[in-house]
């Protein structure tokens, strides 16, 4: 019976160590992957980095694609088309380095407007795999300042949060008002687009304001 005993409080001991090693390890790994995801989002860039205009219109999904998958279409603005159906074509300019350092709308026509509206934006960041971010010129086709668009791409999991963020001033409340609700629009139809190709569900379309 002692024998027994010994025995049993031995492996009673032995599943004890076991399990406080388990839920070491799996303390380990978990605090592992925190840290790697807060090196993630410290990457992440801020737009208060470049312009102090408020932000107006965000939209934000969560994609049932990994980031690389998704980077691959929304990584280069002149794919930018195939997701906005405002656009007819984005011409793109790249440095010696081969990055991409401007890019250039051209917007379909609207009703009651027959010429083609042409808008130049510079590209102030752009990260693999991360996002990118453009500053458009004071003196542009929207009547906006300090205009800025943020675009970034976070994981979780195998899947992937994509964010546009967009801030700017205007010189009136009524152009506020009027981009504002064309950002609505545009990003309607990008949130659809993208929600169709990698599947996923929209976690915002945020107006200022709304």
Not at 67 to 93: H, I
Not at 186 to 200: P, T
């Amino acid at each position: 019976m002692d024998k027994i005993n010994v025995v049993a409080g031995a492996t009673l001991a032995l599943l004890i160590t076991c399990a406080g090693c388990y839920r070491n390890s799996n303390q380990q790994l978990n605090f592992e992957n925190e840290m790697e995801q807060k090196a993630v989002s410290a990457n992440l860039r801020t737009a208060d980095e470049w312009v102090s205009s408020p932000l107006r219109n965000r939209l934000t999904l969560k994609l049932n694609r990994n980031v690389e998958e998704v980077w691959a279409l929304v990584g280069d603005p002149a794919n930018m088309p195939q997701y906005s159906d405002g656009l007819r074509k984005v011409e793109t300019e790249f440095d010696e380095a081969g990055n991409c350092t401007a890019y250039t709308c051209y917007f379909k026509p609207v009703d009651g407007v027959n010429e083609e509206i042409i808008h130049h934006t510079t590209i102030i960041w752009h990260e693999r795999n991360t996002g990118w971010a453009s500053l458009d010129p004071e003196v542009n086709p929207f009547g906006m300042l300090q205009s800025l668009s943020l675009m970034t791409l976070e994981a979780d999991e195998e899947q992937t949060v994509f964010k546009w963020q967009f801030h700017f001033n205007c010189e009136n409340e009524m152009m506020l008002n009027f981009n504002k609700d064309g950002y609505k629009s545009a990003l309607d139809d990008i949130s659809q687009r993208l929600i169709k190709k990698f599947g996923g569900t929209q976690l915002e379309n945020f107006v200022e304001g709304s």
